[in-house]
């Protein structure tokens, strides 16, 4: 990753399979209200009650209301991407850039890692991979269905890869890379339809803001050090 700030944009999610739409009419269903509608309704009948079809409001199951003050909860990916936020800290306590994931599964974490290349000497020791390998040992395979992975950062081309091998489920990250993201912000090889294996849901933006700022705290910090040490920790 260059020596730069994260590009940060508006979450957004990618679905690279179709949702059908949720309470489709049958053709002949809409053609019998519209002959109703224009009849009108018999003599003695009611007129028939409008068939709804929308989405509860948050609070709107069984009669709850939320206050117009209150605090909406975290949300599961939000608590999760926080425990990725944590190993990020823990990165740039070692000097790394800030990068941290975690793998989800069942409710529980069963993978975390976070960026090492300086400190493994090895180029490929980013925060997915660390995770995968912590997730794989866990569950005693590499392979990963039913599994989420969230990172702060958009995952590069080498952890793409390593992610759609282990047959992830479900990618959320954080910052946009707008230098090396493959995840749409460079190239998008989850989109890439000539490979094997593809995760089901990619979400992008998750707590955008706070993981940005870990990265341009550190660079700031980077950047007000000796020029050899800034050297060292590019991500690769």
């Known amino acids: 990753m260059a020596d730069a700030a994260a590009h940060v944009s508006e979450p957004d999610a990618r679905w690279h399979r179709r949702v059908p739409t949720p309470c489709a009419a049958r053709t002949g269903e809409v053609q019998a209200v519209a002959e109703s509608k224009r009849r009108g309704p ?47 800290s823990e990165a740039a306590r070692h000097g790394e850039v800030p990068v941290g994931a975690v793998v989800v599964r069942d409710g529980a974490i069963v993978g ?51 992610i759609q091998h282990a047959r992830v489920t479900r990618v959320v990250f954080g910052a946009h890379d ?37 990265l341009s705290d550190f660079f700031a910090a980077r950047r007000r050090a000796a020029p050899s040490d800034r050297e060292e920790t590019r991500r690769g």
């Open 112 to 162: 975390r890692g976070f960026n090492r290349p300086i400190g493994l000497v090895d180029a490929t020791a980013h925060a997915e991979v660390q995770a995968l390998r912590a997730a794989g040992s866990c569950l005693g395979n590499y392979r990963l269905p039913g599994c989420t992975l969230f990172v702060t950062l958009e995952p590069c081309a080498m952890c793409a890869g390593a």
């Open 42 to 88: 018999r003599s003695g009948q009611a007129a028939p009650a409008r068939r709804q079809c929308e989405r509860a409001r948050p609070g709107a199951l069984d009669g709850a209301t939320r206050p117009v003050n209150a605090v909406a909860p975290p949300t599961a990916d939000e608590r999760w991407m926080r425990e990725a936020l944590l190993l990020a």
């Open 178 to 214: 707008p230098k090396t993201g493959a995840c749409g912000s460079v190239i998008d090889l989850f989109a890439e339809a000539r490979l094997n294996h593809h995760a089901q849901q990619i979400v992008g933006g998750m707590l955008a803001g706070e993981s940005a700022a870990l």
